[in-house]
């Protein structure tokens, strides 16, 4: 970890025409399985940027940090990194409690651009997200699968910190708004290995369905577990944060009968994704780590970050500030054209049910109020 009174490292240096980004993702721990993706994802994003002549005259270097750990420590480390001069921006996937000890840190001294799909409700200046909340990305999912398949009893299976369980607040209104309710829940400390007393719960509380708020091979676990205890032929899964790697870990026979919502998935047949497997596959090979939204997600940041400190023509978080709240900010990417508004992106969210190792894209979900639609 880098201290204020240690030494600047080996790689760092003073030189102007380098802009430093610390990208925060992680390489251990549950959400380990899907943190090759991200780095790939961003180094790939940071390439084309340079490409395309840089951000402000300089070459967008990214410094990788260790996310995975106590989220005290990171913020500690990418602290240190800003107060060395070395990074001049921050983004990546990382925990909702990372992102809690980071932005009071850092995100007044350098924009902080947010990848993770999240709780919701992140109003720290110089902060900006490309994530998924729960009001555009569960809500209308929940809504759908009431509507189409019946679904009124819930219970919620999360880790035990802030993104599953305020996530799980939002669940109790969005199923009572379907006629239903949430009849349990339960929390466990990430890195748990047995579910089964919590599998029990499920079975006697007549659930219909599961929301499945669980990081990384945390789910994966538990998708094993489900479907090995028999509760995949009675309860469907729902979960917001399920990508490719997870699938094909989990395996084709635990995951019957498996939702996932998302603003991307691999599957999606239409040119902008097309072109980023192209791009992605012609730059790391056949044998790269599966693409999905999670890793994919730092791809949008890298962007983001870049169309900010363009688009403000500064380094000064204010000046990102005003650019960003005039609300032309934008860019292009495997999501499509991505537009920023009250620093969250405004994107499409899909429903996918799991086929095997991969994601059948079902459909766009609606994010406006039932009684709005026409």
């Known amino acids: 970890m880098f ?24 390489l251990q721990g549950p959400a380990g399985i899907f943190g090759p993706a991200c780095e790939l994802c961003a180094r790939l994003a940071a ?29 500690d480390e990418v602290g240190a990194l ?3 001069g070395a990074v001049q921006g921050v983004t990546g996937w990382h925990i909702s409690s990372v992102r809690q000890a980071l932005a009071p840190r850092i995100a007044h001294r350098v924009p902080y651009v947010y990848t993770a799909l999240y709780e919701g409700g992140e109003d720290t200046a110089g902060v ?12 209308p999912a ?9 679904v009124r009893r819930w219970f919620v299976v999360g880790n035990d910190y802030v993104w599953p369980r305020r996530t799980a607040r939002s669940a ?10 949430v009849a349990g829940e339960a929390y466990l400390p990430l890195g748990t290995h047995d579910f089964a007393p919590v599998l029990r719960r499920v079975e006697r509380s007549g659930a219909d369905a599961v929301l499945m708020l669980l990081v990384g091979s945390d ?46 998935f691999a599957s999606l047949a239409n040119r902008d994704t097309l072109d980023f497997h192209g791009r992605y596959a012609a730059r790391y090979g056949v044998e790269a780590p599966a ?20 688009r403000a023509g500064a380094l000064d978080v204010s000046a990102i500030g005003a650019a960003a709240g005039a609300g032309a900010v934008s860019y292009e990417g495997p999501r499509g054209l991505i537009r920023l508004r009250d620093a969250h992106v405004r994107q499409r969210i899909y429903l996918a049910r799991a086929d095997g190792l991969d994601f059948d894209v079902l459909t766009e979900l609606d994010a406006r109020p039932q009684g709005d639609r026409a």
Not at 128 to 139: A, K, V, Y
Not at 291 to 310: H, T
Request: aromatic share 8%; hydrophobic share 40%; glycine share 12%.
């Open 3 to 26: 201290r204020h009174e240690l030494p600047a490292p080996e790689w760092f240096t003073a030189d102007d025409s380098v802009l430093g980004v610390a990208l925060v993702f992680p």
């Open 47 to 75: 390439e084309e940027v340079n490409r395309d002549g840089g951000v402000l005259g300089r070459e967008l270097r990214l410094v990788p940090v260790d996310g995975s750990g106590a989220p005290h420590e990171i913020a």
């Open 82 to 84: 800003v107060d060395l």
């Open 128 to 139: 900006f997200l490309t994530s998924e909340t729960p009001h555009d990305q569960l809500r």
């Open 142 to 150: 929940m809504e759908l699968l009431a509507r189409e398949r019946g």
């Open 172 to 181: 109790r209104g969005y199923a009572r708004g379907c006629g239903g309710r």
């Open 219 to 264: 789910a994966v676990r538990f998708n094993r577990e489900f479907a090995a205890y028999g509760l995949d032929a009675r309860c469907l899964r729902l979960s917001t944060l399920m990508d490719e790697n997870m699938l094909v870990a989990s395996g084709p026979t635990a995951t019957e009968d498996l939702y996932s919502t998302a603003g991307f």
């Open 291 to 310: 693409l999905g939204s999670l890793g994919e997600s730092c791809y949008e940041g890298v962007l983001l970050l870049a169309a900010l400190l363009k």
